[in-house]
Antibody
């Protein structure tokens, strides 16, 4: 059974830092790209960052570029999101999600999601 | 970035109703369109991928259609467990983007 378990959320002051983790099990972690998706209170879903299975390719939303860093440790089956220079607008539940490619390999969807971890940025 | 616009943003319906949600892309995305369902306090769940392919295990009352810029998700006969928020998501080009969501409520 595929499981994704996020941790590391909490209350942090503006300008502070936080590192989120997502522990994966039930699948060959290194074979799948992963992403972080967030949801501000009462709002919709926003993709934050993605990383390839090997970790060699990463991408970020403009809203977090230069402040957040995605990484993974395939030996530990764990995905990370290092968040620096946090702002009030970063307050959200952060989900990790597994990407599944199909067809010719260019189409994909998120087939598994974690339960989310809440990050609150406030003084 | 490709903008995804869903309508309506909210919808009141009764058990047994047939309902349709629309998702429009700001440019053509072929069939690179997925639909998710999210219940309060829970993670999203995939319903439909490639615009019209039903994920295994999803009830056949869910139906997706569309290509290019216009897509729809139809629920043929609403069940109590279907009251949730629905999101479309394009996987045509980076950055991937979601629609703003359609909240389905009980009338």
């Amino acid at each position: 059974e595929v499981q994704l378990l996020e941790s590391g959320g909490g209350l942090v002051q503006p300008g502070g830092s936080l590192r989120l983790s997502c522990a994966a099990s039930g699948f060959t972690f290194s074979s799948f790209a992963m992403s972080w998706v967030r949801q501000a209170p009462g709002k919709g879903l926003e993709w934050v960052s993605g990383i390839s299975g090997s970790g060699g390719s990463t991408d970020y939303a403009d809203s977090v570029k230069g402040r957040f860093t995605i990484s993974r440790d395939n030996s530990k089956h764990t995905l990370y999101l290092q968040m620096n220079s946090l702002r009030a607008e970063d307050t959200a539940v952060y989900f990790c999600a597994k990407k599944y490619y199909y067809g010719s390999g260019s189409q994909y969807y998120f087939d598994y999601w974690g339960q989310g971890t809440l990050v609150s940025v406030s003084s | 970035d490709i903008q995804m616009t869903q309508s309506p943003s909210s919808l009141s319906a009764s058990v047994g109703d047939r309902v349709t949600i629309t998702c429009r892309a700001s440019q053509s995305i072929g069939s690179y369109l997925n639909w998710y369902q999210q219940k309060p306090g829970k993670a999203p769940k995939l319903l439909i991928y490639a615009a019209s392919s039903l994920k295994s295990g999803v009830p056949s009352r869910f139906f997706g259609i569309g290509s290019g810029t216009d897509f729809t998700l139809t629920i043929s006969s609403l069940q109590p467990e279907d009251f949730a928020t629905y999101y479309c998501q394009q996987s045509y080009s980076a950055p991937l983007t979601f629609g703003g969501g359609t909240k389905m409520e009980i009338k």
